[in-house]
């Protein structure tokens, strides 16, 4: 399980990658109809030589890692106490879903299928705001995702990831620590831009401005200087990728 888990994250990476380069290429206006998010990035990968095989493998490591985080909040004792517990049982629960979900997508890319996370978020959105309440519920949920970007962000600039990790020594120390920094960071903004989506659907009762990270990366476009900042984004999920595949290699499991 720990193997495979580990190839989980080095599969995460490639997914991150692929969604900054798909960035980047819409800051310069070459994206072309591709979804600057997973979905973008899986069928990216679907579509190239041998992409197939990679995308299996993909949904494998995501799959047993999604277990492992899963299993991690039930069995893992090292947090007793009350408050501790039930953070640590959320986290590693909340992880172990998104990493199946992902995992689910990939092999659905694979069996030569396709999904889109930003049709999946318009509509968990419309359907949620047609029921009693569904409009502050969804502002919740806007808030907590700018919560989640500003703890990864947090823990970027204080470089708390390294709690998650066997750090190593020198030079290879140093390149993952300024890796998981940018990376962690551009992460932060980028899912910050997903949570005031959330929060401008329900304020505007239009649950199609709500279209997740791919409407998130396009809306930054749109501001002054934002084809820069989208390159910056871009270039950090790029890095985070990067550190993903140390994190597969000295993560703490």
């Known amino acids: 399980m720990h193997t495979v888990a ?33 979905s973008g990035a899986l069928a990216q990968l679907a579509a190239a030589p041998g992409g197939v095989f990679l995308l299996w493998a993909a949904a494998l490591g995501l799959a047993a890692l999604g277990v492992w985080h899963l299993l991690s909040a039930v069995l893992d004792r090292s947090a007793d106490s009350g408050k501790d517990r039930a953070v640590h049982i959320v986290k590693n629960g909340a992880k172990g879903v998104v990493y199946l979900v992902i995992a689910f997508s990939a092999a659905t890319f694979a069996a030569g299928g396709s999904t889109s996370s930003a049709g999946s978020t318009r509509s968990l959105t419309a359907d ?3 029921t009693p309440g569904g409009v502050f519920l969804v502002v919740a949920i806007g808030i907590v995702v700018i919560a989640i970007a500003a703890y990864l962000v947090f823990k970027g600039i204080t470089r708390r990831f390294e709690r998650d990790l066997s750090m190593p020594a020198g030079s290879t120390g140093r390149i993952v620590r300024i890796l998981g920094t940018v990376g962690y960071i551009a992460r932060g903004v980028a899912f910050a831009g997903v949570g005031v989506l959330f929060v401008v659907g329900a304020a505007t009762n239009d649950p199609e401005k709500s279209t997740g990270l791919d409407g998130a990366l396009r809306s930054f476009a749109d501001l002054p200087a934002g084809k820069v900042l989208l390159v910056v984004i871009g270039l950090g999920w790029i890095a985070y990728g990067v550190y993903a595949f140390f994190r597969g290699r000295y993560t703490r499991l």
């Open 6 to 38: 580990r190839g989980g994250f080095a599969a995460s990476g490639v997914v991150h990658i692929v969604v900054g380069i798909i960035a980047i290429s819409l800051a310069f206006g070459q994206a072309g109809g591709e979804q600057a998010d997973q």
């Open 128 to 130: 949620l705001m047609s």
